[in-house]
T-cell receptor, first 115, second 114 residues
Framework: KQEVTQIPAALSVPEGENLVLNCSFT??????LQWFRQDPGKGLTSLLL?????REQTSGRLNASLDKSSGRSTLYIAASQPGDSATYLC??????????????FGTGTRLTIIP | DADVTQTPRNRITKTGKRIMLECSQT?????MYWYRQDPGLGLRLIYY???????NKGEISDGYSVSRQAQAKFSLSLESAIPNQTALYFC?????????????FGPGTRLLVL
C-alpha cells in the first residue's frame, strides 16, 4: 500500500529565502508525482507534474525533482514571496488494488513566508 | 468560469439526514473522482469513475454512494450522515495527455454533520 509523507507539517521562512519541501513515498511503482498548492478555503491547484521517466520539472520559481529509487520528491521554491504562503501537497499516481490507478496524497506542508 | 464546480460550497446537516453533493465539469474529461480531506490525514479517495458506465470504490467508500449521471456530472451521496463524515470534500477530473494523468480539482464542499 502506498504511503506518502511530507515533513515538516509546517514551515516558516523569511521572504526572499530559497526553500525546499520534501515528499517521501513507500512504493516506487508510481506513474507520476504531482505537487499541488492549496489556499485556505479553496481547492487544489496543480503546480508541477513529474512523469516516472523524468527527474525534474520547472515552472518559474518552482522546481520539482523525483528520485524513484529513494522514494523522494522535493519542491524547490526560489526567492520566496508572501504570496507563496499556502499548503503544499504532493501526490503519487500508481497502481491500485482494483487494477487501475490511484492518486495517493501526502498530508501537506503548511508554508508561511514572513514579510 | 471554473472548469470543475461543486455545489453546495458549504453545508450543515444533522445526523441521519441524506444529503447529496454535486460536481459538474466542462473539461470534457471521462475520469472523475470524489475525495475527502481531514486534518492530518490528507486526501483520501471515496469513489471514482472512468466513464459514465464505470463506478469504482476508493479506500473509504463505506457510508457513501455515487451517481455518474452524465460525462459532466458526478454526484456523491451520504445516505445517513454521521458526525465523522464532517470534512472537506473535493471533486476532481483527470485526463491522460502524453501518457501522464493530470487531475483538476473543484473548490471543495465543506460539510458539517451535527
Amino acid at each position: 500500500k502506498q504511503e506518502v509523507t511530507q515533513i515538516p507539517a509546517a514551515l516558516s521562512v523569511p521572504e526572499g529565502e530559497n526553500l525546499v519541501l520534501n515528499c517521501s513515498f513507500t512504493d516506487s511503482a508510481i506513474y507520476n508525482l504531482q505537487w499541488f498548492r492549496q489556499d485556505p478555503g479553496k481547492g487544489l491547484t496543480s503546480l508541477l507534474l513529474i512523469q516516472s521517466s523524468q527527474r525534474e520539472q520547472t515552472s518559474g520559481r518552482l522546481n520539482a525533482s523525483l528520485d524513484k529509487s529513494s522514494g523522494r520528491s522535493t519542491l524547490y521554491i526560489a526567492a520566496s514571496q508572501p504570496g507563496d504562503s499556502a499548503t503544499y501537497l504532493c501526490a503519487g499516481l500508481g497502481p491500485s488494488r482494483f487494477g487501475n490507478e490511484k492518486l495517493t496524497f501526502g498530508t501537506g506542508t503548511r508554508l508561511t513566508i514572513i514579510p | 468560469d471554473a472548469d470543475v464546480t461543486q455545489t453546495p460550497r458549504n453545508r450543515i446537516t444533522k445526523t441521519g439526514k441524506r444529503i447529496m453533493l454535486e460536481c459538474s465539469q466542462t473539461k470534457g474529461h471521462d475520469r472523475m473522482y470524489w475525495y475527502r480531506q481531514d486534518p492530518g490525514l490528507g486526501l483520501r479517495l471515496i469513489y471514482y469513475s472512468f466513464d459514465v458506465k464505470d463506478i469504482n470504490k476508493g479506500e473509504i467508500s463505506d457510508g457513501y454512494s455515487v451517481s455518474r449521471q452524465a460525462q459532466a456530472k458526478f454526484s456523491l451521496s451520504l445516505e445517513s450522515a454521521i458526525p465523522n463524515q464532517t470534512a472537506l470534500y473535493f471533486c476532481a477530473t483527470s485526463d491522460l495527455t502524453g501518457g501522464a494523468e493530470t487531475q483538476y480539482f473543484g473548490p471543495g464542499t465543506r460539510l458539517l454533520v451535527l
